[in-house]
């Protein structure tokens, strides 16, 4: 499993983000995609650098669609080959 953290953010759009950040994790729900939200950032995990592509592509067209001008997105990955993880046994890991 990868788990990746990615951001984005609505250039021009104001300076509170609240309902584009819900829209995306309407979106995600919808997509039946595991996720957790962070107070910066969302988490996500997938099993290919594909899927985790797709999906913040999926992100960046739900602004385009709020007619958001300029999108910055910002992810971070994980990919561990040397054992399997997910959100939850990096969360687990720090208790």
Known sequence: MIVAEFSVFPMGAGTSGGRYVRAVHDMLKKAGIEFIAGPMSTAIEAETFEEICM??????KVLSD????????????DYRLDK???????LDACR
């Open 55 to 60: 999906i913040i592509e999926r992100a960046n």
């Open 66 to 77: 709020m007619e958001v001008q300029r999108i910055i997105t910002s992810v971070k990955i």
């Open 84 to 90: 399997d993880i997910s959100m939850q046994s990096k």
